[in-house]
Every structure is written in structure tokens, then in C-alpha cells.
């Protein structure tokens, strides 16, 4: 049997269909970003335990391993960490740090079973400074509003505040609960 070919008239350019699949999400995008926090937490957890358990780094010293991210392909990852005191102390850490990179990346490998190990660096984490510079500054704050009370010879909790903290108190307790409707109180089992 002869094949027939079909001929197209002069000029015919056939539409070619989009491809593009409308936006929507899509469960594989969900598994990767589940995935790379999960790496991401045995990243955080494995640095921590090397540094804490494990290294013999006398330069490293009151180190905190507050989070890590790991790159989308796995193959980089950033481990932050507080360092607490002076500004040279903090500079000879991260040294430190930067040297044991390649021992913690050993220790990671055992624990990872994915096909690359993710080359680790070390990011200063400023934010517990921040959070404990925060805390001086309120802290100072308040003790100046207690000696200007006290050299003005009136108390910090006055009768109109007690009132309104007693006010919103009494509203928070006889708010309408959710509930059933014939009044009756479910516990748990």
C-alpha cells in the first residue's frame, strides 16, 4: 500500500500550540521546598553538635549555631552563628570557623544521604546581639522613668492605671467563650 503525503496549499503555516500550563502549584515544588528544610535542619543540628561536642579549636569559643540555609540545588550552605563577646573574639571564631569548615562538612556527609554534600560557610548571625542590645536599651529606659518618677515623688503604678489593667482584665474573663450552645463544658478525653 502506497503511502499518500498530504500537500499543504501555498502559504500555510500551521498554529502551533502554547505550552505554558497555567500557574498553579505544583506538588513537586512543595516536596523540594519541604526537602530543603529538612536539610537545612540536619545541616543546623550536625555544625552544632561538631562545634559544641566535637571540635578542639581553642580559638573557638561561645559559639551558637542559630539557623542554616541550604542552596536550591544542595550544594552550598550558609550556617549562622552568634558569637558572644569582644569584637576580636568574635573575628578569631569565625577564623576558627572558617578553618573547621572542611571537618564539619565530613561530619555532615555522614549524616546526609544525598548525592552532593553541601559546601559549608559560616555567617555571623547579628541578630541575639540585637536582641540583647534591644533589651540593655529598654531595660536603661526604664530604670530612667523609675528615677524620674521617684524624683518627682509619684509611684509608677498610678490609681487610673490600676483601673484600666483591672477593666481590661475583667473584660478578658467574662468574654463569650465558643462553645455549645446548651451551655455545657466539653473536656478533652
Given at each position: ?72 540545588d ?11 563577646g ?27 544521604t ?48 490600676a ?27
Open positions: 500500500m502506497a503511502s499518500r503525503e498530504r500537500k499543504r496549499p501555498e502559504g500555510f503555516k500551521p498554529k502551533l500550540r502554547s505550552l505554558t500550563l497555567p500557574a498553579r502549584p505544583d506538588k513537586q515544588s512543595k516536596m523540594k521546598s519541604h526537602r530543603l528544610a529538612r536539610v537545612s535542619e540536619v545541616v543546623r543540628e550536625t555544625a552544632a553538635i561538631a562545634i559544641l561536642f566535637e571540635l578542639k579549636d581553642p580559638r573557638v569559643k561561645n559559639v551558637t549555631v542559630t539557623r542554616a540555609e541550604v542552596s536550591g544542595l550544594q552550598h550552605a550558609k550556617v549562622f552563628v552568634s558569637v558572644m569582644t569584637e576580636k573574639e568574635q573575628q578569631l571564631t569565625m577564623h576558627g570557623l572558617k578553618s573547621a569548615a572542611g571537618f564539619i562538612q565530613t561530619r555532615l556527609a555522614s549524616q546526609l544525598t548525592r552532593y554534600v553541601p559546601h559549608v560557610t559560616f555567617v555571623v548571625d547579628e541578630g541575639v546581639k540585637k536582641s540583647v542590645e534591644i533589651a540593655r536599651m529598654i531595660r536603661e529606659e526604664s530604670d530612667r522613668i523609675a528615677a524620674d518618677h521617684a524624683a518627682n515623688g509619684t509611684s509608677l503604678d498610678s490609681d487610673a492605671d483601673d484600666t489593667d483591672a477593666d481590661v482584665s475583667d473584660e478578658i474573663e467574662h468574654a463569650e467563650q465558643p462553645g455549645p450552645a446548651d451551655g455545657s463544658v466539653e473536656r478533652p478525653v
